[in-house]
């Protein structure tokens, strides 16, 4: 059973809960914009499904409810940020900005950060960067979820990876886990009380399950086999070794909020105008696309979210029976009426 509500009223009952639990407004709204993105995308494991991990997040200590950043090592391209354990929304929403700048003036902005938490849906930052009309890239590495190929025993994560790209005319962009599923999926199936597809996951014995809970014991598969793999590989190192974050079975706390999270990012904003004229360069941006799309129902990435966020802005967010409930236990601890958002 499913209710909606529109995404006026999600950013109002984040925001709301969120400030009853000290967070200050202006970065409890960066938290719902880019928890609203993924709603409204069709991102839902990362979206308001995600919203009770951070509120336990913040009852145990290990989400800081005063986002604060240091930039520990800098030079006009990159920097390295420790995230003091704030909501990683918020660090992560800085580091872009940091990332734009430097690209503006170095050509490329690269920012590496750790000490941070669970950020929601990529490609809202790589967006950012989009709207500045910079390519945007951002990945992530998070605790184990994916066995190697071969094996049965998590060690990588789902590894996500953004990349959006500034166009005349068209939203161009991916986000994806490197896995056959990004763990917020399995979580939310479990919560719903759904199967998982097919070819997505392992069980603790490494038998092929379609139940959320045994793959949650187990690993999710690789996408690609050996292609997804390897890609998640680089990426563990790249936001794990290089931006002084844990990696492999040393991540923790992208899941379970009762833990410190120990994962790392690596974002970037690259400059088209230090390379080509950036007309020319969106022209042939959308010389490809149109290329790619003159085959009827031929679809790019970011058309997908581009329709869903036109469905979802019209019908309004799905929330699903448990998590009405748990948004409801929430708010009422905090003291915030929703009733006119979730009913009674």
């Known amino acids: 059973m499913y209710m909606n509500i529109t995404p006026e009223q999600e950013l109002s009952l984040i925001i709301d809960i969120l400030t009853e639990f000290d967070v200050p407004t202006d970065q409890a709204s960066i938290i719902a914009e ?5 709603d409204l995308k069709g991102f839902s494991s990362h979206g308001i499904g995600r919203f009770p991990q951070y509120i336990k997040g913040l009852e145990s200590g290990n989400i800081k409810p005063h986002t604060e950043i240091d930039v520990e090592k800098e030079s006009a391209a990159t920097a390295l940020v420790n995230g003091n354990h704030g909501f990683g929304h918020v660090v992560t ?22 000490n941070s938490n669970h950020f929601g849906v990529a490609g809202y930052y790589s967006d950012m960067a989009v709207m500045e009309d910079l390519i945007g890239i951002v990945t992530a ?10 094996g049965k025993e998590p060690i990588l994560g789902t590894n ?15 986000d994806m886990a490197t896995s056959a599923s990004a763990r917020g999926k399995l979580l939310e199936s479990k919560r719903r009380g759904e199967s998982i597809p097919e070819n997505v996951a392992l ?3 490494g038998k092929p399950t379609t139940d959320p809970v045994e793959a949650l014991k187990g690993s999710i598969l690789p996408f690609g086999a050996h292609k997804g793999y390897a890609l998640s590989l680089m990426i563990e190192i790249m936001a794990g070794p290089l931006v002084r974050a ?16 120990t994962k790392g990012d690596l974002i970037a904003a690259i400059d088209p105008s230090k390379f080509v004229d950036l007309d020319q360069f969106k022209e042939e941006v959308d010389d490809l696309v149109s290329e790619v799309k003159s ?3 031929v679809m790019v990435p970011g058309d997908f979210e581009v329709l869903n966020v036109k469905r979802h802005q019209k019908e309004g967010i799905p929330l699903d029976e448990t998590l009405v409930q748990q948004l409801r236990e929430i708010a009422t601890r905090v003291d915030v009426d929703v009733a006119d958002i979730l009913g009674e």
């Open 93 to 114: 929403y800085r580091s872009m900005e940091m990332a734009i700048e430097k690209a503006k003036e170095a050509g490329i902005g690269l920012v590496g950060i750790h």
């Open 295 to 297: 085959t009827p129902n």
């Open 34 to 38: 880019v928890t609203l993105d993924g």
């Open 160 to 174: 996500p990876l953004a990349i959006g790209i500034p166009s005349g005319s068209h939203y161009l962009s991916v």
């Open 141 to 150: 590495n998070t605790e184990p979820a994916v066995a190697p190929i071969g």
């Open 246 to 261: 844990s990696y492999g079975k040393g991540v923790t706390g992208t899941a379970n909020p009762e833990v410190p999270c």
């Open 203 to 205: 069980d603790a014995d």
